[in-house]
């Protein structure tokens, strides 16, 4: 079968298509035949050699597919052939609090990830889809869309009326507008492109800012709060925008921090966390419970995955580097 591997060094230029021998399930796995993965920032880094620069080589890369089951091995009841299925992220993270399962056991490093035509992982690792979306829209949901659910309403959850602070229009980003609104909360969102921003107002988002225009878009965040800020900040910039966030948040509000696209290291003002008594957290995507309580509200409110490009599975290097150039909104998908 073929797959996409990291073979000989790090780089977008050092992911080559490869062949592997088709895998068959064992004792409670299950094969799936995968039609469909979406890019996450970590999938770039990871190529990139900057999430792990450690990690064994060759590699299969991306956490995110979606497909259909092929066979099952014995014991297997989740699933059956013909169910249209997902892998979650960290395969050992069922539920509850997690553990060092959720370092150890996520796909796309350092176990091997979905970019294959078929992958075979053990039942407790699979959900099922929602079946309103395509399969490439069931693909955007592994990372993207259950980091965005953990964030708004495992974390501190989100209730009708308050106001809800997304930073930017990337995969993360358009779940939490999509979540907020079918939540019944009000979405400021923050972007430097004018355009994407006028997507957002059309897909619900109820106040925009230009960050690059307003360089200190806090202040017009407190503004549209009356002064009092938001209820919840998605914070995904990192060390560059997380003091901002902080001044964003209203008192005993909720910062949950699920990006570092502008860095780690930062010299925050801790002075507004102990003043204004907010919640800082992080989501590091999610478990399967959450997974499934996600696809079972995204069925009830027929919610679609915003997808910006599709790309074809020889064409994953085009994919990532369109993601590392920052053009696109919402997620980027590859096909079969």
Same mark, same amino acid.
């Given at each position: /079968?073929?797959?996409?591997?990291?073979?000989?060094?790090?780089?977008?230029?050092? *992911?080559?298509?490869?062949?592997?021998?088709? %895998?068959? %399930?064992?004792?409670?796995?299950? *094969?799936?035949?995968?039609?469909?993965?979406?890019?996450?920032?970590?999938? $770039?880094?990871?190529?990139?050699?900057?999430?792990?620069?450690?990690?064994?080589?060759?590699?299969?890369?991306?956490?995110?597919?979606?497909?259909?089951?092929?066979?099952?091995?014995?014991?297997?009841?989740?699933?059956?052939?013909?169910?249209?299925?997902?892998? @979650?992220?960290?395969?050992?993270?069922?539920?509850?609090?997690?553990?060092?399962?959720?370092?150890?056991? &996520?796909?796309?490093?350092? $176990?091997?990830?979905?970019?294959?035509?078929?992958?075979?992982?053990?039942?407790?690792?699979?959900?099922?889809?929602?079946?309103?979306?395509?399969?490439?829209?069931?693909?955007?949901?592994?990372?993207?869309?259950?980091?965005?659910?953990?964030?708004?309403?495992?974390?501190?959850?989100? /209730?009708?009326?308050?106001?809800? *602070?997304?930073?930017?229009?990337?995969?993360?980003? /358009?779940?939490?507008?999509?979540?907020?609104?079918?939540?019944?909360?009000?979405?400021?969102? &923050?972007?430097?492109?004018?355009?994407?921003?006028?997507?957002?107002?059309?897909?619900?988002?109820?106040?925009?800012?230009?960050? #690059?225009?307003?360089?200190?878009?806090?202040?017009?965040?407190?503004?549209?709060?009356?002064?009092?800020?938001?209820?919840?900040?998605?914070?995904?910039? !990192?060390?560059? &925008?997380?003091?901002?966030?902080?001044?964003?948040?209203?008192?005993?509000?909720?910062?949950?921090?699920? !990006?570092?696209?502008?860095?780690?290291?930062?010299?925050?003002?801790?002075?507004?966390?102990?003043?204004?008594? @907010?919640?800082?957290?992080?989501?590091?995507?999610?478990?399967?419970?959450?997974?499934? #309580? /996600?696809?079972?509200? =995204?069925?009830?409110?027929?919610?679609? %995955?915003?997808?910006?490009?599709?790309?074809?599975?020889?064409?994953? !290097?085009?994919?990532?580097?369109?993601?590392?150039? !920052?053009?696109?909104?919402?997620? =980027?998908?590859?096909?079969?």
């Amino acid at each position: /079968m073929r797959v996409q591997e990291i073979q000989d060094g790090f780089g977008i230029e050092n *992911l080559k298509l490869a062949q592997r021998p088709a %895998p068959q %399930p064992g004792p409670g796995e299950v *094969l799936v035949e995968v039609r469909a993965n979406s890019l996450n920032f970590r999938d $770039l880094m990871t190529v990139l050699g900057r999430y792990n620069p450690n990690q064994r080589l060759p590699l299969i890369p991306l956490s995110d597919g979606a497909g259909e089951v092929r066979a099952v091995g014995d014991g297997v009841t989740r699933v059956k052939p013909g169910d249209r299925v997902a892998g @979650i992220f960290a395969q050992q993270w069922l539920g509850g609090t997690p553990g060092l399962e959720v370092r150890t056991s &996520t796909l796309g490093g350092p $176990l091997d990830g979905m970019l294959a035509e078929q992958v075979v992982l053990h039942e407790d690792g699979l959900v099922k889809v929602p079946e309103h979306l395509s399969d490439g829209q069931a693909a955007t949901l592994p990372c993207a869309a259950v980091t965005a659910w953990h964030a708004l309403m495992e974390n501190d959850r989100l /209730m009708p009326g308050q106001t809800v *602070l997304v930073q930017g229009t990337g995969g993360v980003s /358009m779940f939490a507008l999509q979540f907020a609104k079918a939540a019944g909360a009000r979405v400021i969102i &923050t972007s430097s492109s004018d355009d994407k921003l006028a997507r957002a107002r059309e897909l619900g988002a109820d106040e925009t800012i230009n960050y #690059r225009n307003t360089p200190d878009w806090e202040k017009p965040v407190l503004d549209l709060t009356d002064g009092l800020g938001v209820d919840h900040v998605v914070e995904v910039g !990192g060390a560059g &925008t997380f003091g901002k966030s902080l001044e964003s948040v209203r008192i005993a509000g909720t910062v949950t921090v699920i !990006g570092v696209l502008s860095g780690f290291a930062t010299e925050a003002n801790l002075r507004p966390i102990l003043m204004k008594a @907010i919640r800082v957290q992080g989501a590091f995507v999610g478990s399967r419970q959450m997974f499934e #309580r /996600m696809n079972r509200a =995204i069925g009830q409110h027929r919610i679609v %995955p915003i997808v910006d490009q599709v790309f074809a599975f020889d064409e994953a !290097g085009k994919a990532l580097e369109l993601m590392q150039r !920052g053009a696109h909104f919402g997620k =980027i998908v590859i096909g079969r």
